[in-house]
């Protein structure tokens, strides 16, 4: 259950690309806060700024101007912060490198850990994160990525998560490459590690149905700003914002059972 503890805090936050004419805002003031263990949707169309917003949970950019914190600290450390912090992404074949197999992959995972376990302890431990995620060990041993599926390339990011054990999940869009079927797999592993590692996950997707099935607050982004946030009945069942409405009806139908409204 989520507490009060605050994992990222957000104030003013603007982040702007392009210079003179061209300079334009990509986060345009925005607050926001994310507590421990709660799972946030950030939910908006394409170019709304969602990405970005996560890279800078990420580390990987700072805010033009405003303050962003993790932890109560601003983010100085990148590889320290991503211990704690780490991206699921949409394409799971660029999260790995095609020249290695996946076991070795999944071993190097060790290598960002402050302790690294002994040998025989991180064989074990990558065995566990697989069949965490419904993979039988020895289906996947001597494999390249190439040679697995999307959906399966999907359940190796999970194991590394696994491995990786995060205290926040950034996962951003990370159903957007598979069919339906696999999206619901996925969906229900994100909520069984997050049940398993305490974590607190921000989700990214366009789908306020998928948000509405799996987040504890609901933030709706257009054009850089949070235009309405709130719990998931309050933002689904009874939208204020146009933009909210208009995200509802373009729900997939497979989702659209899941918001009764
Ligand atoms: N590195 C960058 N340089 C210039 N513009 C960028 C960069 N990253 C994102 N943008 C722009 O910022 C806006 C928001 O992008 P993004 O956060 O990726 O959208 P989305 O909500 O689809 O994830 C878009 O207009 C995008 O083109
Ligand atoms: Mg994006």
Redesign the pocket.
Known sequence: MPNNTEVFSGKNLIRT??HGKKMFR?IDDISLDIVDQEIVSLV?G????????AKIMLGLIKPSSGTFLYKGQPITNQRLHWREVQPVFQDPFSCFNQFFTIRSQLKSSFGIMKEKPSKKEIEERVDQALMAVNIVPSEIDGKYPFELSGGQMQRMLLARIFILRPTVLIADEPTSMVDACVRANILDYLMKLKKELKMTIVF?THDIGLAYYVSDRIFI?HK?KIVEHGAPDDVALRPKNEHTIKLLDDIPDIHKDWISR
């Open positions: 690309f392009g990509a908006g394409s170019g709304c700024g969602k990405s970005v917003l990214i982004m850089g």
